[in-house]
Nanobody
Framework: QVQPVESGGGLVQAGGSLKLSCAASRRFSLYAMGWFRQAPGKEREFVATINWNGESKYYADAVKDRFTISRDNPKNMMYLQMNSLKPEDTAVYYC???????????????WGQGTQVTVSS
């Protein structure tokens, strides 16, 4: 079983950067991993996903070219480097683990508790 735990959220000015981390338990390398986010009053939305060995990555159009997903299997860690942040990126960011690297939340089995990212204008 994988239990993701996010960290690295915070308050940043527009145009700034943050790097989110997701720590997972053993067997991490067996799973595809994804990042989702949920802003107040909105549904949870897909941000990025990476397959088990890091060779396949997919991004939401809203973050493509600004965010980079990566993973370090020996350390059981996944990351989301967020650059050129915008106020509309403000949300709770969730890390999730699943069998395939998909864009739908339903393909992920294990979820973290989330970390708040706030981008001020």
């Amino acid at each position: 079983q994988v239990q993701p735990v996010e960290s690295g959220g915070g308050l940043v000015q527009a145009g700034g950067s943050l790097k989110l981390s997701c720590a997972a338990s053993r067997r991490f390398s067996l799973y595809a991993m994804g990042w989702f986010r949920q802003a107040p009053g909105k549904e949870r939305e897909f941000v990025a996903t990476i397959n088990w060995n890091g060779e396949s990555k997919y991004y939401a159009d809203a973050v493509k070219d600004r965010f980079t997903i990566s993973r370090d299997n020996p350390k059981n860690m996944m990351y989301l480097q967020m650059n050129s942040l915008k106020p509309e990126d403000t949300a709770v960011y969730y890390c999730a683990a699943g069998r395939i690297a998909g864009r739908e939340a339903s393909v992920y089995t294990y979820w973290g508790q989330g970390t708040q990212v706030t981008v001020s204008s």
